[in-house]
């Protein structure tokens, strides 16, 4: 008998029909002698509505009021869900994630785990019945208060249920057929990856490819828990994300995927003093403000000048925090002025296979050059190499790479839902 857990994400169930049609596939993994548990999502957008709700009572709500108002999201769909399973004659028990042993810290709409202990769940599969545990949500033991993982944390809870069950296959449901070469909405011949290792999927998560939340790729990582995501929609076999022990030998493609992000920004600090401690200076100014920072580039100065640029890139959303913790700093720290970029694209270029094949960056190079795409910074990992853009040609740049590198396929990718979520 294996143990699975499938994870519905809220396009899955977003109505009562859909639910239904859920329950029918929990029951037949059931019927086929699996022991099945179940983490679920709020039904479609009802947690962006909640937090519209919020926002219109008033924008200042405190951290723990947010996170009960946005956990009854998936209290609604688990139970719903429940209820259908009953009624086809199998049995089936909610539990909120409190219930389930999901114990979190204290950090209100991203709080960590920190320990999973399921009892509750695992008596459930020793009765025979089906477990259904809601997504997203925890319980802090020092201030025994709710807490949510942050958004897109159903992925995480699933993940970690998997790994405190021992799980044979964690099971990703989502409305595309899995992981795919690069986003199916912007190369419609992109194609599905069969097998993909967590390390090139932490690389494409990282990168902006949304089917997987990073969290979720990290934990199912550092457990070895065994990632299946596929759709909902149909029984199609999805993307295995595996995580290969050392020594084992996987044939690795060259390539696995492209990914784009157009969430970022670009900061450039001017006239930066070329003088040892200016980097960790300025850094520990951005540090102080918790963004969360990808490419750095600086240059040596010219030797006229003594003076040098950075350049780093950051979630928008960071912006205007990391600008007025520089500008308030900027005596101390001595540069001349700050730019402030918004208008970038982060294309990146995964595969475990580039770090034994020469080429690969000249080739990346070479397809935006005949694109007539300018590269404005560029970094690299073992499995990686990443771009910076402009954000309006982000897409096409995305194509022609996808192109170069032989990655399209066949057929024309089906996307069911439309947020490959
Ligand atoms: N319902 C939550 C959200 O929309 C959690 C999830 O879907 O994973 O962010
Ligand atoms: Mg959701």
């Known amino acids: 008998m294996s143990l699975i857990v499938q994870k519905y994400g809220g396009s899955s169930v977003a109505d009562a029909e859909s639910i239904k049609r859920v329950a029918k596939r929990i029951v037949e993994t059931r019927k086929a002698g699996n022991e099945v548990v179940v983490v679920v999502s709020a039904m479609g957008d009802t947690t962006d509505e909640l937090v519209d709700l919020a926002n219109q009572v008033t924008p200042l709500a405190s951290g723990r009021e947010l996170d009960m108002l946005l956990t009854a999201g998936e209290r609604i769909s688990m139970a719903l869900l429940a209820m259908a399973i009953k009624s086809l004659g199998q049995e089936a028990r909610s539990y909120t994630g409190s219930q389930a042993g999901l114990i979190t810290d204290a950090r209100h709409g991203s709080a960590r785990i920190v320990d999973v202990s399921p009892t509750r769940v695992r008596a459930a599969l020793d009765a025979g019945a089906i477990a259904i545990v809601a997504g997203f949500q925890g319980f802090n033991r020092g201030t025994g208060d709710i807490t949510t993982l942050g958004r897109g944390g159903s992925d995480t809870t699933a993940v970690a249920l998997a790994a405190a069950l021992k799980a044979d296959v964690c099971e990703i449901y989502t409305d595309v057929d899995g992981v795919f070469t690069a986003d199916p909405r ?118 006229a000048t003594g003076l040098t640029d950075i350049s780093f890139t950051l979630p928008k959303s960071d912006g205007g925090t990391v600008l007025k913790a520089l500008e308030d700093n900027k005596a101390e720290a001595g540069f001349d002025s700050l730019q402030y970029d918004d208008q970038i694209g982060k294309l990146a270029l995964v595969g475990a296979g580039m770090r034994t094949n020469a080429g690969v960056s000249a080739k990346l190079f070479t397809a935006l050059f005949e694109a007539g795409i300018n590269i404005e910074m560029i970094s690299t990992s073992e499995i990686r190499i990443s771009v910076v853009t402009r954000a309006d040609t982000i897409n096409e740049a995305v194509r022609v790479v996808h192109k170069a590198f032989d990655l399209d396929g066949d057929e024309v990718a089906q996307v069911h839902g439309g947020t490959g979520r």
């Open 186 to 303: 912007v190369v419609p011949t992109a194609r599905k990856i069969d097998r993909i290792t967590s390390e090139e999927m932490l690389e494409l998560a990282a990168a902006g490819a949304k089917i997987l939340y990073i969290r979720a790729v990290e934990y199912a990582r550092r457990h070895g828990v065994t990632l299946h995501v596929r759709s909902s929609f149909n029984n199609n076999e999805g993307t295995l994300v595996v995580n290969p022990t050392d020594g084992e030998s996987v044939e690795e493609p060259i390539i696995s995927g492209v990914a784009a992000d157009l969430s970022e920004a670009k900061i450039t600090i001017v006239g930066v003093p070329d003088v040892p401690g200016k980097a960790a200076q300025i850094f520990t100014i951005v540090a102080s403000t918790d963004a969360n920072i990808d490419m750095i580039v600086q240059n040596v100065s010219t030797a």
